[in-house]
């Protein structure tokens, strides 16, 4: 596993295991036991993933120290003004404390949702904090407001939505891009990018494997997801090969701005705020 290191210090494995899209907790914990097995150390969940007590009992269960594993989950917006957030999260995971939280969406109280990270952070309840799919001016605004900058940012990026843009924005704060989608959802015109086969076949890896490889030499920190123990094995088998700066130029030539999630500003107020988790 490599690993970076964040604004405050703190080393985080380079890419990690998502688990979107798996809401029974029996099958998150087994997708993370697997990972764990195969050399992931690093999870990525939330609360509107509806399986943190899965990914808890697998971090508890898989005889792993806990301070060999980095765990992520994001708090939902209808939490953010709730000072218990937290709290209640490290009660649903059964853990003293997570490795990352991270507000999920940039509507609702999200100031006061920050505040209540900067205050987790201070008594010892999280590593590092973050923000997640911040990318209109509210961005800025967490920015100016926050005490302790991001540690993380987490937004869609692949090879044809770059995010080289977001990058400079949050370059002075020394803030750490994470990357959703990382495959594109799985999207078979991407994954096939011919340039992706030549290269696969030049250094006797799959396609993905070069998709992943490149986000690791951008210094992104990529989040595949996969249920298949071959594909996660795949997944991190990444780290004895090199690209070229000419084969990184190629692969840069195929960012077309294109997202595969779509909504404006007011479309995710309208459908996050409509999304109640907080019980
Ligand atoms: N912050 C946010 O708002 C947000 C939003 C979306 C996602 N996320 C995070 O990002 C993670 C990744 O997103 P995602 O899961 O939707 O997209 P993804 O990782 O880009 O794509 C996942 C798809 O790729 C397939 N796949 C994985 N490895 C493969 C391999 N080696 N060969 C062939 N196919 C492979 C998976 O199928 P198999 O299971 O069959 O391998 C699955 O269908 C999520 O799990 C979540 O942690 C965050």
């Not at 992520?72 to 709290?87: H, L, M, Q, R, V």
């Not at 990058?167 to 799985?186: A, D, I, Q, S």
């Amino acid at each position: 596993m490599q690993y970076v290191e964040l604004n405050n210090g703190v080393k985080i494995p380079q890419i990690a295991l998502g688990v979107f899209m798996i809401p029974e907790d029996e099958d998150a914990k087994k997708a993370c036991l697997s990972a764990f097995e195969l050399g992931y150390r690093h999870i990525d969940s939330a609360h509107h993933y509806y399986n943190e007590a899965g990914v808890g009992a697998a971090v508890r269960e898989c005889g792993i120290p806990r301070e060999e594993l980095w765990i992520t989950s994001k708090i939902w917006p209808d939490e953010y003004a709730d000072e218990s957030a937290i709290d209640k999260m490290l009660a649903r995971f059964g853990l003293e404390y997570l490795d990352l939280v991270i507000l999920h969406q940039q509507v609702g109280d999200y100031i006061a949702g920050y505040k209540n990270l900067e205050k987790a952070y201070k008594a010892g309840k999280v590593r590092a904090i973050g923000l997640s799919n911040f990318e209109s001016e509210r961005l800025e605004e967490v920015l100016a407001a926050a005490e302790i900058k991001p540690q993380i940012i987490q937004v869609e990026g692949h090879p044809y939505f770059q995010q080289a843009a977001l990058k400079e924005r949050v370059k002075p704060y020394g803030t750490r891009m994470e990357h959703w989608f990382p495959l594109g959802h799985g999207d078979a015109n991407l994954m096939n990018e011919p340039v992706f086969t030549e290269l696969a076949q030049k250094y006797g890896k799959s396609n993905v494997q070069i998709i992943l490889r490149w986000h690791i030499q951008m210094g992104n920190i990529p989040l595949p997801r996969s249920t298949n123990p071959e594909h996660q094995k795949q997944n991190i088998d990444i780290f004895d090969f090199e690209l070229t700066a000419e084969e990184m130029e190629r692969i840069k030539a195929l960012d077309q701005g294109k997202r595969y999630w779509t909504l404006t500003l007011e479309q995710q107020e309208e459908k996050f705020l409509n999304i109640k988790l907080a019980e």
